[in-house]
Structures are given as structure tokens and as C-alpha cells.
């Protein structure tokens, strides 16, 4: 079964504090994607990655960064928390096809409140 | 415009009533289309691909209209268990996923 592991599911940090947050896929995937959720807004992409040491911005990626050191760990890090980044935080991966997109796994999600 | 567009509801039924909610597109490239299902504070799950031909998946049909870009998702026979958010989700190209805001579903006894 389909599995996609993140390490909190809810965290609460005060601004200014480094943030990580990691994401664990054991299903062999390539790709590998950070979006946050907030009410109105839907999905936006922060980072992802198409293979290891790769990475590529999102849509919103001020003030934050990523490592993806493994193939089975992407890691999401704010530098320095800002209470605008009180959020939830969904991890996903997909295997990509010759031809067309692959289906995307999410894991959990890490609710995270910057104080 | 938004890239991607639904209605965000709430849609009201009741039980054993048939639903169907539109998904508009702006990017005539888009290659994939999906449907994902996401209840309260948990993360989204895939329902259902979406192809060129139409397809069904039991109680579920998702339709591609290229020509007016927008899909759709027709539920029949609605359950209490199918009250979820419903994502659209249209994808132009590898690696690029762009997400609806959703439609909020609700299921009455």
C-alpha cells in the first residue's frame, strides 16, 4: 500500500525559530512536491523536486527551503517562522509516466502554528 | 481568471440524490485531469483520473470536455460518507499540479 509519512501532525513554533519539516515515501517515487493549505486559497506549491539534490521553486517559495538528500525524503525548512506561515503543510509524491502525469500520493499533513 | 475554478458550495442533498459539480480550466495544454476527495483536516485522496472518453468508477463519473475546458464529477445514489471537499486538479505538463479550491459536499440523512 501506498505510503506517505510526515514527521509531525501538528507543531507549534514562535517566530523566528528554524522549522523542519520532513517527509518520508517509500514507494520508489522520482517526484516529490510541498504545498501548504489555507482556507480559499486551495493547494499552492512551495518547492519540488524531480530527483535527488534537484529542486525547483513552486509558486510561493519565500521563506522557505528544501533538501532532498535521499529519493525517500524531501524536507521542507523555514528559516525563520513568521506567523504568515501558519499553515497546513501537505507533503506528495507521484512517479512520473512517459507520457503524461502521474497520480499524486499526499501524506498526512503537519498543521503548524507560528506564534 | 483563476487557473482553475469551481464552485465552493456548500451543495446541500440528500441522501440517494444525484450531484454533479463543474470544474473549469484556463490552460488549453492541460494534459491530466483528476479528481481528489478531501475530508475535514485530513489530506487529500485521489477519487478518480479523468479521460478523454469519460469514466466511471462505480457510483462516480467524471467527464472531459476539451472544447469548453471543464470537467466534471457526477455522483449517484448519494451516501452520508460521500459529505467530503472535491478537488479538481488539471495538470499541463510533468510536475505541474494546479488544484481548485474545492466543493464542499454535504450529505443529509
Known amino acids: 500500500d501506498v505510503k506517505v509519512t510526515q514527521s509531525s501532525r501538528y507543531l507549534v513554533k514562535r517566530t523566528g525559530e528554524k522549522v523542519f519539516l520532513e517527509c518520508v515515501q517509500d514507494m520508489d517515487h522520482e517526484n516529490m512536491f510541498w504545498y501548504r493549505q489555507d482556507p480559499g486559497l486551495g493547494l499552492r506549491l512551495i518547492y519540488f523536486?524531480?530527483?535527488?539534490?534537484?529542486?525547483e521553486k513552486g509558486d510561493i517559495p519565500e521563506g522557505y527551503s528544501v533538501s532532498r538528500e535521499k529519493k525517500e525524503r524531501f524536507s521542507l525548512i523555514l528559516e525563520s517562522a513568521s506567523t504568515n506561515q501558519t499553515s497546513m503543510y501537505l507533503c506528495?509524491?507521484?512517479?512520473?509516466?512517459?507520457?503524461?502525469?502521474?497520480?499524486?500520493?499526499f501524506g498526512p499533513g503537519t498543521r503548524l502554528t507560528v506564534l | 481568471r483563476k487557473e482553475v475554478e469551481q464552485d465552493p458550495g456548500p451543495f446541500n442533498v440528500p441522501e440517494g440524490a444525484t450531484v454533479a459539480f463543474n470544474c473549469t480550466y484556463s490552460?488549453?495544454?492541460?494534459?491530466?485531469f483528476f479528481w481528489y476527495r478531501q475530508d475535514c483536516r485530513k489530506e487529500p485522496k485521489l477519487l478518480m483520473s479523468v479521460y478523454s472518453s469519460g469514466n466511471e468508477d462505480g457510483r462516480f463519473t467524471a467527464q472531459l470536455n476539451r472544447a469548453s475546458q471543464y470537467i466534471s464529477l457526477l455522483i449517484r445514489d448519494s451516501k452520508l460518507s460521500d459529505s467530503a471537499t472535491y478537488l479538481c486538479?488539471?495538470?499541463?505538463?510533468?510536475?505541474?499540479?494546479?488544484f481548485g479550491t474545492g466543493t464542499r459536499l454535504k450529505v443529509l440523512a
Open positions: 523536486s524531480y530527483d535527488v539534490k534537484m529542486k
Open positions: 506528495a509524491s507521484a512517479s512520473p509516466s512517459k507520457t503524461s502525469t502521474d497520480t499524486q500520493y
Open positions: 490552460n488549453s495544454a492541460s494534459q491530466s
Open positions: 486538479v488539471v495538470s499541463p505538463g510533468t510536475y505541474k499540479y494546479i
